[in-house]
């Protein structure tokens, strides 16, 4: 089984991914986490040193490789990823189940404040202009997480809350 979680930054892919992943016994690959390992440098310096257009034609090529050499898995995509190159066909094409893992932006907001600096979008923002930044990202980005198979409401909801509602989807 291969299973897919796209969401907005901060909306809990990895958190619920790897929890997920081990109940389900699968591996977890966090799709930020494999880029850095295979370029030996964090997004953050990917993103300073050669943009976003470089990062995201490496992101569509890994999340590629990633989808056609595992045969089970469960990815954690970055909050962009479902968003350029195609990808979001590609995670459909090449997945069994693609979750949506959907926040309201005051949600989103309240958790980004706390880890801007390991965001590269939204590092340099004050914290007054982060919910008009993510209100207009999440409404470009939604079109996108919304063609995924399964829509998770993930509001007030706690990791072991939302890995039960997935499993009841998935089994």
Known sequence: MKVVLVGYMASGKSSV?????QELGLEFVDLDEYIEAQQQKSIKEIFK????????KLEHKMLLKIL?????LLLSTGGGTPCYSNNMDTILEHSDQ?????LPVSALVERIK???????L???L???ELAEFVGKHLFERRPFYSKSKFILDCYNKSIAEL???VKQELL
């Open 17 to 21: 991914g790897k929890q997920l992943a």
């Open 49 to 56: 040193d050669k943009g976003e257009i470089f990062f995201r």
């Open 68 to 72: 056609t050499e595992k045969e089970t």
């Open 98 to 102: 693609s979750i949506y893992l959907q």
């Open 114 to 120: 706390g880890e801007k600096d390991q965001r590269p």
């Open 122 to 124: 939204v590092r340099d």
């Open 126 to 128: 004050k914290d007054g």
């Open 163 to 165: 890995v039960e509602e």
